[in-house]
């Protein structure tokens, strides 16, 4: 054997994957002889402030990105709540409209008496409507609730039958032993 054939053991690594060892060439690059001789040269000053300067610029940017949609999604709430504030002031006023035209003041003419039992009659009616639509919901929600109702107890009656029915109720011991062979 020619000493040539030796192989250097510093050109093999060891791996070992989940348990299973084995060898293998250590891998050379070209680019790790030039960043460690690269390495060994000191930092440019000028490099690092860019470097840092970049890092601050992404970060300032993903900030910015972040406050960003916070402050849209403030706007959002409070359009929302401006819109609902509005809308309730217009029903407060619509219903101080009413209660002012429903005041119980002492007419003093016949006309304006009779303008007013019409707009209490109208009142009430419209009132008296609403209280019947909601009893005619409140009907046929407990309509429903009584069909459900005897549905389950129905079903639960089906289930217990089924277990009223097995052999083993029956009187002679015989038979719960026939029925069981039988099954």
């Avoid at 020619?2 to 690059?29: A, H, M, Q, S």
């Avoid at 940017?61 to 309730?88: D, M």
């Avoid at 069909?147 to 052999?167: G, I, M, N, T, Y």
């Amino acid at each position: 054997m020619d000493p040539t054939d030796w192989e250097n053991p510093d050109d093999w690594e060891l791996i070992n994957d989940d348990g299973f060892v084995y060898k293998r060439k250590k891998l050379r690059r070209q680019d790790s002889i030039a960043t460690s001789s690269a390495a060994n040269q000191p930092p440019n000053p000028e490099d690092s402030t860019k470097n840092l300067r970049e890092r601050k610029r992404k970060v300032l940017l993903k900030l910015r990105e972040k406050y960003s949609k916070e402050i849209l999604q403030w706007e959002r709430l409070s359009s929302t709540l401006q819109e609902l504030e509005a809308s309730s002031q217009t029903q407060l006023q619509a219903r101080q409209g009413i209660c002012n035209t429903l005041t119980f003041t002492d007419p003093s003419t016949s006309e304006e008496r009779s303008l007013t039992n019409s707009t209490h009659r109208r009142l009430v009616d419209d009132l008296l409507s609403q209280v019947e639509a909601q009893e005619a919901i409140i009907y046929g929600v407990s309509h429903l609730c009584d069909v459900a109702e005897a549905l389950c107890s129905a079903q639960e009656e089906r289930l217990k039958q089924q277990f009223f029915d097995l052999p083993i109720w029956e009187s002679s011991p015989c038979e719960l032993i026939a029925g069981l062979t039988e099954q």
